[in-house]
């Protein structure tokens, strides 16, 4: 069992930058695609980004291409996601999550994080 536990969220203006981390324990997630998601209030969970076990294989959704970047470390087991250019369209709870193969989809991601909350401020 995976288990995912993310940091860095809080409270920023627009324009401004967050690094979020996702930590895992329990078993290596070298082998895993990992993925974030948000949620925000009243709205479904939405893809953010994922990236796969192979260097360079992400994926963006369109409304954060260009801003965000998903990396990993293995080594760390550790996944990031740095944003920048934040909006205030970008506040929810951010969530990382593991999945055997690379999907967009979030029922293709079994384990999940607690989440962590971003607030941008206009």
């Known amino acids: 069992q995976v288990r995912l536990v993310e940091s860095g969220g809080g409270l920023v203006q627009t324009g401004g930058s967050l690094r979020l981390s996702c930590v895992a324990s329990g078993r290596t997630v070298s082998t895993y695609a990992m993925g974030w998601f948000r949620q925000a209030p009243g709205k479904e969970r939405e893809f953010v980004a994922t990236?796969?076990?192979?260097?360079?294989?992400?994926y963006y959704a369109d409304s954060v291409k260009g801003r965000f970047t998903i990396s990993r470390d293995n080594i760390a087991n550790t996944v990031y996601l740095q944003m920048n250019s934040l909006k205030p369209e970008d506040t929810a709870v951010y969530y990382c999550a593991t999945s055997n193969f690379l999907t967009t989809a979030p029922s293709g991601f079994g384990s999940w994080g607690q989440g962590t909350q971003v607030t941008v401020s206009s």
């Open positions: 990236i796969g076990w192979i260097p360079g294989n992400t």
